[in-house]
């Protein structure tokens, strides 16, 4: 369990010389570490490094690791990082502190609808998919703007930000290029992109969250 308080240490360096480099802060982008499919005995090693930020793919999953850990560390920000279905919906606004897979209307408003019942405001990121791959989920970068602006007045959800995952097998800057486009002009400040294999070209291009799963916990279980 050393080498997860290790391999943090090594990609919070790696952060901050990134962000040297490229004129940015390294206290602005957050790591977000990954920890779907991997024992709460590595997560727990990372909490006791002082991780407190993390990533979970599926609502399922979360429920049945986070809320004990929760009690034991109060100042955890759990985020979805995953799709999310809209019969699942009301166990995320429970659970999660961010939701960062906001993807198609039905969801925004399933979302808002859930928000209102439980009489709490969770920030969300709408994804884009930036490389219009059929098999992943996101709104099209065209529809994008439309999309963000329904999300904020149509269903009053609060919009932080952007997350995108480009083609696995082309080159990523172009694409978180393109997604910091998308942002500006929407007035959103948070770029959830890059992950294990690219998240300092991710910080490059003005990332403020970089989602890192193997990069601190080695290869997943199952």
């Not at 690791?65 to 429970?94: C, Y």
């Not at 403020?208 to 080695?218: K, L, N, W, Y």
Request: overall charge negative; proline content about 5%; hydrophobic content about 40%.
């Amino acid at each position: 369990m050393t080498d997860i308080a290790k391999n943090l240490k090594e990609i919070g360096n790696q952060i901050e010389k990134t962000a040297k480099r490229w004129e940015r802060q390294a206290q602005d982008v957050t790591l977000v570490a990954v920890s779907k499919k991997q024992p709460v005995e590595k997560i727990e090693a990372a909490l006791e490094a002082g991780q407190r930020v993390f990533g979970e793919n599926r609502v399922q999953e979360a429920q049945q690791k986070w809320p004990a850990l929760k009690d034991r560390f109060s100042d955890i920000e759990l985020h979805l990082i995953g799709p999310l279905q809209t019969n699942k919906a009301k166990e995320a606004v429970a659970l999660f502190d961010v939701i960062q897979t906001v993807d198609r209307p039905k969801l925004a408003r399933i979302l808002a609808e859930e928000m209102k019942a439980a009489g709490k405001t969770i920030p969300v990121y709408v994804q884009v998919n930036i490389g219009e791959e059929e098999q992943k989920s996101g709104i099209l970068p065209k529809d994008a703007d439309a999309f963000i602006e329904s999300c904020r007045t149509e269903h009053g959800l609060d919009v932080a930000g952007l997350m995108c995952i480009p083609p696995a097998e082309e080159q990523p800057a172009p694409f978180f290029a393109m997604l910091a486009r998308i942002a500006a002009r929407n007035g959103l400040e948070k770029l959830s992109m890059g992950m294990s294999g690219d998240y300092q070209i991710g910080v490059q291009f003005g990332a403020t969250s970089v989602r890192v799963g193997t990069g601190i916990f080695g290869e997943r279980e199952g």
